[in-house]
């Protein structure tokens, strides 16, 4: 049996721009994916902590070191730049591996860098 079990997030990352007109995505600072264990165009849920919305997209590679945290395309229209969300990722594992996995957590502040707890 396969478990589909969080892979990684970064959690309370703040919205820093949103882009009606694009196709459609998260981008997300290199650093930030890299830390988190995101690859581009990678399936991401999404949760606002600010009005509860929840949706799923695919990631992009924000410029390094910028903190960037930008919501594209329809999404655009379910955040507002300031709120709060989780980025979550998911993976499928074998059941013995699924009771061993030990996800990644980023967290960060209010500028989108990293911090620890």
Do not use: C, W
């Not at 892979?7 to 997300?28: D, F, N, R, V």
């Not at 509860?52 to 903190?67: A, C, K, L, N």
């Not at 969300?85 to 074998?94: A, L, P, R, V």
């Amino acid at each position: 049996m396969q478990r589909i079990m969080k892979k990684s997030k970064i959690h309370t990352a703040t919205i820093t721009g949103l882009e009606l007109y694009y196709e459609g995505s998260i981008t997300i600072d290199r650093d930030l994916m890299e830390a988190a264990d995101l690859l581009p165009n990678e399936q991401v849920q999404i949760v606002n902590l600010n009005n509860g919305q929840r949706f799923v997209t695919y990631t992009i590679s924000g410029e390094r070191g910028s903190g960037a945290i930008e919501l594209n395309g329809p999404a655009a229209r379910l955040a507002a730049v300031g709120d709060k969300i989780i980025i979550i990722s998911y993976g499928n594992y074998e059941d013995q591996e699924a009771k061993e996995f030990n996800p990644v957590v980023v967290f960060v502040d209010d500028q989108n860098r990293r911090v620890q707890k």
